[in-house]
Structure formats: C-alpha cells, structure tokens
C-alpha cells in the first residue's frame, strides 16, 4: 500500500481521478480529487471530487442520490493519476447517462470484445421496440409461459450434452441457456446486478488473505 504522500499532485494541487465500474469495468468519468479529498475518499468510502468551478469538495451523488461506493483506489506507476472503482447507485453523468463517455467519434475496424452488460441491453430493447422477425422480439410476444418452456428446452439440451460428454455440443447449449435465461430475467425485471449481488451474498472472497499471499 502507499501513502497519500507519495501522490504527485499539480501545481494546483489537483490528481485526476478515473472513476470505473467495479462489475463491468465501464469507464463512468473523470474528475479531480486534491489531497483533501482523496483523503475523505478513503475515510467514508464515497467518491469525494475537488470542484474546480466551485473550488470546493462535493460528494458525488449527495444532490442527485447517485453516490459512488468505493471498492478500490490505486496510484498509477507515476503516482499522477487515480483509478478509482466503484459500486455506482445511478448515472455518473450529470446528463442522466450512465457514463459521462457517451458520445462516440470514432470507431476502427476490428468488433468490440462481447460484453454481457451489451447482449442485455440488445435484449431490453427487443422488448421495449419490436423488431420484425426478431426470434428475441417473438419470445416476449409470446410470453412467460413460452419463455419458460424454452428455459426448461435448453436445461435438457445441456444435460444431454454434457451426459453425451460431447464438449463443444455443451459450450452450444450452454450458450443457448444462457441467452434464454437473460431473456426471462429481463422479462422479469432482473439485472445481471441482481445476480451479482446475490451470489456476492453467498461466495465472499477475503481479498485481504489474497493480498496478504501475494506478498
């Protein structure tokens, strides 16, 4: 661990501050934090920002409710720059968006990497705007009932693979399940959130004893 001491601070005394999802590892924002406020970071465990049009430290999230949980602070290898990750209870941005990088300008050539925050919104927006023979779109047209029947239709394509001990058949099939589960989920008003939390309630992992045989 470092000290406070060992930050490199500017001539203003400020330190940039990249804030990130912990669970996804999205890029929420940027700001600036002083000695102060990377201070006061560490003592409550929410993100304190330096305001550089007030000139004073703001909580973030303390007018609009959408505090920044910290999990984790760490230096750069020059000791000018934070990373700050976060369980974030709304938007980052002030905009309403949930990150403050929302606007694209350039895109190259090779595909994003798959992310399954993505493949969920894809899914949300099939149900909120039908799309023409979407299968997706003709699942939540369909129902629960025929979500579920689909769910319960993959389970044995699962095991029948697996028990076939056929390992690309069940990597399919256990895609298959796992496209229809998000499905239902979303038809249930589930977030991947809510799973996360969920099985963080049952598997803790004590970090600190990680830390310690790192070392």
Do not use: W
Request: negative net charge.
């Amino acid at each position: 661990m470092i000290d406070i001491s060992e930050l490199k601070f500017d001539d203003k005394g400020l330190i940039p501050a990249i804030v990130q999802e912990d669970a996804t590892g999205d890029v929420l924002m940027m700001a600036y934090m002083n000695r102060e406020s990377v201070q006061k970071t560490m003592e409550t465990g929410l993100c304190t920002f330096f305001s550089r049009s007030r000139q004073a430290l703001r909580v973030k999230g303390e007018t609009s409710g959408n505090y920044q949980h910290v999990i984790s602070l760490d230096a750069d290898c020059d000791r000018d720059t934070l990373l700050v990750r976060v369980r974030a209870d709304g938007p980052a941005c002030h905009l309403g968006t949930k990150s403050c990088f929302a606007y694209p300008m350039y895109r190259g050539e090779e595909p994003p990497a798959f992310r399954l925050t993505d493949l969920v919104e894809l899914i949300r927006g099939r149900k909120t705007e039908k799309k023409e023979g979407s299968y997706t779109t003709y699942l939540f047209e369909k129902g629960l009932d025929k979500i579920l029947k689909k769910v319960g239709e993959e389970c044995t394509e699962v095991i029948i693979a697996a028990k076939a001990e056929d390992r690309r058949e069940t990597v399919y099939e256990i895609a298959d399940l796992c496209y229809h589960v998000l499905v239902l989920m979303v038809e249930a008003g589930i977030s991947p959130e809510d799973i996360r939390a969920e099985l963080a309630s049952r598997h803790v992992i004590d970090h600190k004893v990680k830390q310690e045989k790192m070392t």
